[in-house]
T-cell receptor, first 114, second 116 residues
């Protein structure tokens, strides 16, 4: 089925470890983004990309890196995990403005840093 | 800067009651988009509706209806004859047209509990 695929669904890390959250979409969307969801705060934008090779920071970028080598993939890297990065992470793929304008979210990755 | 406020953090109703979830937004743009998402206990985000700033028509979809009022910067969501399956967290979100990253700004969410 067309959509956004996120892996893994769950992950436990120790403080200081690094990891990569994977995100892939098959809708040929140029725009992709990463959000984190914390209790009572809704979702907040971490990083986004407007096309292959182009990324930029969102609202809460510290501690995360992204790259966009292909249109399909937009991985999120935690360089040195901290307990404050315990959260649920959502990847989104965005259809450009117009009649189809909208966001397709992945199923989320629940990350716990101990 | 864009901002979304959902003042109701939790609402509890009994099945078949009507319930309205409030959403108030702030933006300086004249062109913007408003969204509602449902997050059931399974955790995924389910798209419910998108409304652009030039379309103030209210919308009804089955038991769901939305009231968009630019004069009060509100985009409220009503569930008629609520059901247990409506239990979820509901998010209102805003995207400004002049937003380079197509950033969605979310409200804090309203947890709706529908009791049988």
């Amino acid at each position: 089925n067309a959509g956004v695929t996120q892996t893994p669904k769950f992950q436990v890390l120790k403080t200081g470890q690094s990891m990569t959250l994977q995100c892939a979409q098959d809708m040929n969307h140029e725009y992709m983004s990463w959000y984190r969801q914390d209790p009572g705060m809704g979702l907040r934008l971490i990083h986004y990309s407007v096309g292959a090779g182009i990324t930029d920071q969102g609202e809460v970028p510290n501690g995360y890196n992204v790259s966009r080598s292909t249109t399909e993939d937009f991985p999120l890297r935690l360089l040195s995990a901290a307990p404050s990065q315990t959260s649920v992470y959502f990847c989104a793929s965005v259809a450009i403005r117009g009649l189809n304008y909208g966001y397709t979210f992945g199923s989320g990755t629940r990350l716990t840093v101990v | 800067a864009q901002k979304v406020t959902q003042a109701q953090t939790e609402i509890s109703v009994v099945e078949k009651e009507d319930v309205t979830l409030d959403c108030v937004y702030e933006t300086r743009d004249t062109t913007y988009y408003l969204f509602w998402y449902k997050q059931p206990p399974s955790g995924e985000l389910v798209f419910l509706i998108r409304r652009n700033s030039f379309d103030e028509q209210n919308e009804i979809s089955g038991r769901y209806s939305w009231n968009f009022q630019k004069s009060t910067s509100s985009f409220n969501f009503t569930i008629t004859a609520s059901q247990v399956v409506d239990s979820a967290v509901y998010f209102c979100a805003l995207s400004e047209a002049n937003n380079a990253g197509n950033m969605l700004t979310f409200g804090g969410g309203t947890r709706l509990m529908v009791k049988p």
